[in-house]
């Protein structure tokens, strides 16, 4: 069973910075993409920024130039590095992790996962 753990967030003031981590539990024998979700209050899941097994980037048009998504493959975990926040990013963030695959027993296992959430709350 593999887990995805986030940690980093908190409270910050509009135009502050917080980096957000997320490691799986276990080894990765591969993975299509990794990303970052968000869900505000009364309001849908939306993808924040993802990255692919090739280091291809996609971002939300709302956090373009403010917001960098990176993968350290040795450790895995991959990260969100976001700067200049503004009250809108206000949301439980998700990680998420396409098409994980772990070896079990020499058996390639490969699911979907989340992580738990972490809160971000962008406030003066």
């Known amino acids: 069973q593999v887990r995805l753990v986030e940690s980093g967030g908190g409270l910050v003031q509009p135009g502050g910075s917080l980096r957000l981590s997320c490691a799986a539990s276990?080894?990765?024998?591969?993975?299509?993409?990794m990303g970052w979700y968000r869900q505000a209050p009364g309001k849908q899941r939306e993808l924040v920024a993802a990255?692919?097994?090739?280091?291809?980037?996609n971002y939300a048009d709302s956090v373009k130039g403010r917001f960098t998504i990176s993968r350290d493959n040795a450790k895995n975990t991959v990260y969100l590095q976001m700067n200049s926040l503004k009250p809108e990013d206000t949301a439980v963030y998700y990680c998420?992790?396409?098409?994980?695959?772990?070896?079990?027993?020499?058996?390639?296992?490969?699911?979907?996962?989340w992580g738990q959430g972490t809160q971000v709350t962008v406030s003066s």
């Open positions: 998420n992790a396409n098409l994980l695959c772990t070896i079990v027993s020499v058996t390639p296992i490969c699911n979907d996962y």
């Open positions: 276990a080894r990765i024998f591969s993975v299509n993409a």
């Open positions: 990255i692919t097994n090739s280091g291809r980037t």
